[in-house]
């Protein structure tokens, strides 16, 4: 039998809006895991969508998500990887739902080794934190206490959103929406969940940040294959109000997080050294620190302008 194809035919309209008016945004390898293959990310000129065409089929998400190998254990792109779920940042952004009603259910979807549910257990001690994710690392989370409830699986699974439906006052989608085939049956499964009045908390990173075009298939929001669409705000905030949604808030400030300039150097680097020679990403820590410094202080400013790379959104359900 022969092996299933692991992209799907390339298409020539956007799958967002259905322009034809799409351009080449970048050209990629699998910067992060060096696994073989060229990925191509395409941007529509009407509605500002930016995919992957030709997109991974089934079969080949599931080959570029195994395990990472010996790349990932080299310390500088996992060190940088770590400040997004760092438990300062991600109380914080618990803390984005002290505003509105303290829920008593919650659904992390795409929580993984549920370190959100961890955190924000500090900011919100009396909510019962469930969590979804495709891998058993859910499972584990539970037996570790950061989740009382595990499920394993999508949420777009038919299965699934029956047995969660109507359950949950909150359903957070922290950087996972982009990880998605279909972001807008996410977003309904989600919306399915919820209970009536319930809220969604959304961070995604921002395609139109103007780190995007200034360190192209370095910028690590891009991530290749891993990432199959990158929503533009406006299209996003649309979308859920054609579904019914009430836009609470949006923030392009606080969501930013430090590692644009340090994530690239951390990719180029284990790019260009092969993996023999590892020894010599260990000599480059000191610059990659520097680095690191450097992104952190400019955080404060960069905030408040176009380089902001991440958005958080707060919706409510009719």
């Not at 080449?24 to 395409?42: C, E, N, Y």
């Not at 529509?44 to 969508?49: I, P």
């Not at 570029?64 to 400040?83: I, K, N, S, W």
Request: charged residues 25%; glycine residues 6%.
């Amino acid at each position: 039998m022969p092996p299933r194809p692991i992209h799907e035919p390339r298409r020539d309209d956007c799958p967002w809006c259905g322009s034809k008016q799409l351009c080449t945004r970048l050209r990629a390898p699998d910067l992060l895991h060096h696994r073989p293959g060229m990925f191509v990310v395409d941007e529509c000129r009407d509605c500002a969508h930016v995919f992957q065409n030709p997109r991974l089929t089934p079969e080949g998400l599931a080959l570029y998500h195994r395990d990472p190998g010996e790349y990932f254990t080299t310390g500088l792109t996992d060190r940088v990887l770590a400040t997004r779920t760092g438990p300062r940042r991600l109380r914080a952004t618990a803390r984005a739902m002290l505003p509105f009603r303290e829920p008593e259910s919650w659904l992390d979807v795409g929580t993984g080794h549920a370190l959100f549910p961890a955190a924000a257990k500090e900011v919100f001690p009396y909510t019962a934190f469930d969590g979804l994710d495709p891998t058993p690392r859910v499972e584990r989370a539970r037996v570790a206490g950061h989740v009382e409830e595990a499920h394993i699986g999508h949420l777009t699974t038919p299965g699934i959103t029956a047995r969660l439906r109507a359950r949950y006052d909150v359903v957070s989608i922290l950087h996972h929406l982009e990880h998605t085939p279909d972001p807008r049956a996410e977003l309904r499964a989600a919306l399915t969940v919820l209970r009536p009045g319930g809220h969604l908390l959304l961070e995604v990173p921002d395609p139109q940040s103007a780190f995007a075009p200034l360190l192209g298939k370095w910028w690590l929001p891009h991530n290749q294959p891993r990432h199959l669409h990158l929503i533009p705000l406006p299209n996003l905030r649309t979308e859920l109000e054609r579904q019914g949604c009430t836009i609470l808030t949006t923030d392009r400030r606080r969501p930013h997080i430090p590692y644009d300039l340090s994530a690239a150097l951390a990719l180029s680097l284990t790019r260009a050294v092969p993996p023999p020679r590892k020894p010599l990403l260990r000599a480059a820590t000191p610059l990659l620190t520097a680095t690191r410094t450097l992104d952190h202080t400019l955080a404060p400013l960069l905030r408040h302008t176009r380089f902001s790379n991440t958005y958080r959104l707060i919706a409510r359900t009719p």
